[in-house]
């Protein structure tokens, strides 16, 4: 069973009041669906499916009191919903009503968790089922990320005579060496070595500043005033301002670094994920290093992986690991399955990064006309951004050597 998105905990008669009225207003629906997740999780647990399924219509029926405009903007409630529904059923072996609900997350509501879905163990009644069967290859071209990434088309090797060349700006540059003292940088970085250096700077990011994905913080975009904002607001900052951040502490260690957006291959999809990819002399290779979730990858010797050698990996089957204190604001742990398979393989269809890298390189209040690099697979078609965007399919180029 999917975790109802909104926190969903709910009084049957509470929504019956609710429901004696028209419209609903979204902190009113709020609060009351906070309602509705304690008494589904209660009943849940007692195995009374024929209380949650009827919880469920009720919660079904709470949305229908949104205006057409916030339904709109939160389908994924009513998807989880249907979704939640097709378990409950299923769970009481009533296939043709699990099947009907399950059509209905898919078709009418968008879902598209192919992973979960696959491996609910509550859908295993209908697993089999021609019904179920053509469904889940429906949600598979669009939810089942490894399976998209692994379609992805190839690069190749190609003439990249006349592109940019990626710079990178040096340590003594003033605004690099404010940054430097303001964070006092030598000592969170510490006496060890490279990679316990840039570890130990990733892990200061992280825990400094907390991340809010929906928040676009109103400063101007660079380490020390994302700083500042979250100082005196206390409100937490996007994955890309962390990145941004995280990006100007190596710069200003003298790392060589860059933050690169990765993308999916959805062009309607609001969401993507922005890490940093920091090269280390002693490797002699690019480093991912994820701010967000203070993450970083390894292989099955050992070894520091970068974006591309997890692309591909992903894409081979081959074995991942990610730390063990991957997290999300302290928090939430992160699983190799749910970091990497899931959220990162959608995110790692394409990728993107500024040809220069450097201090307040995207700034909101000084205009920048910056150059844009994006490392796309072969065949894959997109339209072009306002950004100066250079398209390659050459990793070699994208992933040259500072």
Known sequence: MKKIIFSLIFFAGAITLAAQTNNIS????????GLIEKSISENFKTKNYESVGKLLQ???????????????????????????????YSLQNKKKEALDAFEKAIKDWGYTNYSHANNDSDLDNIRHEKRFIALMQDIRELGDYLYILKQAGKYEKSDTAGLPYFKYENANSQPLKD????????????????????????????????HDGNNYALCEVDAIDFFNYHKATGKGINCRGLAVT???????????????????????????????????????????????????????????????????????DQPLFINEDANWNNQM???????????????????????????????????????????????????????NDVIVHDPEYFWQKP
């Open 58 to 88: 009720e919660a079904i029926t709470l949305f229908s009191r949104l205006s057409t405009e916030h339904q709109e903007t939160s389908k994924s409630f009513q998807a989880s919903n249907y979704y939640n529904l097709a378990c409950v």
């Open 246 to 316: 995280l990006n100007e502490c190596y710069l200003s260690m003298g790392f060589k670094s860059r933050f690169i957006t990765c993308m999916p291959k959805d062009t309607n999809d609001p969401d993507c994920h922005v890490i940093n990819s920091v090269y280390s002399e002693t490797l002699g290779k690019w480093l991912w290093m994820d701010p967000t979730f203070n993450a970083y990858v390894k292989d099955e010797s050992d070894n520091f992986l970068s974006i591309e050698e997890v692309r591909e990996k992903l894409i081979n």
């Open 333 to 387: 742990q992160q699983t190799k399955e749910k970091y990497l398979d899931y959220y990162m393989a959608k995110n790692l269809y394409w990728l993107q990064c500024p040809a220069v890298s450097k201090f307040n390189v995207e700034s909101r209040y000084h205009y920048r006309d910056e150059i844009y690099i994006s490392l796309l697979p072969i065949g894959y078609k997109r339209n072009k951004g306002a950004r």
């Open 26 to 33: 979204p902190q009113e629906f709020n609060n009351l669906a």
């Open 179 to 210: 940054v430097k003292d303001l964070f006092n940088l030598d000592s969170i970085a510490g006496q060890g070595d490279e990679i316990s250096k840039i570890i130990n700077l990733m892990d200061w990011v992280h825990n400094t500043i907390r």
